[in-house]
């Protein structure tokens, strides 16, 4: 199994910065993929940035060119460094890993920005 802790959620103003951090333990050896998504109220859940263990990188649209995921093997974290960040945003955002022993969640950190 898989265990992911998130944080560095909170409030922010329209066109701040957030990072939000998310560390794995467990059966770290078996993660492919790290990433994060995010639900807003009455909303599913979506994609917003994943990174393999090779370093590929995929964002949605609505985050390109303002928001960055990284990840540290080292230390079992992935990172998600956002800017200009926009009322739209606001969403529980949850960090997920999938792999050997498959898909796990993390349990969702708040993310408000306020217009």
């Known amino acids: 199994q898989v265990q992911l802790v998130e944080s560095g959620g909170g409030l922010v103003q329209a066109g701040g910065s957030l990072r939000l951090s998310c560390q794995a333990s467990g059966s770290i050896f078996s993660i492919n993929t790290m990433g994060w998504y995010r639900q807003a109220p009455g909303k599913q859940r979506e994609l917003v940035a994943t990174?393999?263990?090779?370093?590929?990188?995929n964002y949605a649209h609505s985050v390109k060119g303002r928001f960055t995921i990284s990840r540290d093997n080292a230390k079992n974290t992935v990172y998600l460094q956002m800017n200009s960040l926009k009322p739209e945003d606001t969403a529980v955002y949850y960090c997920n890993s999938d792999g050997l022993v498959g898909n796990y969640w993390g349990q969702g950190t708040q993310v408000t920005v306020s217009s």
């Open positions: 990174v393999g263990r090779d370093g590929s990188i």
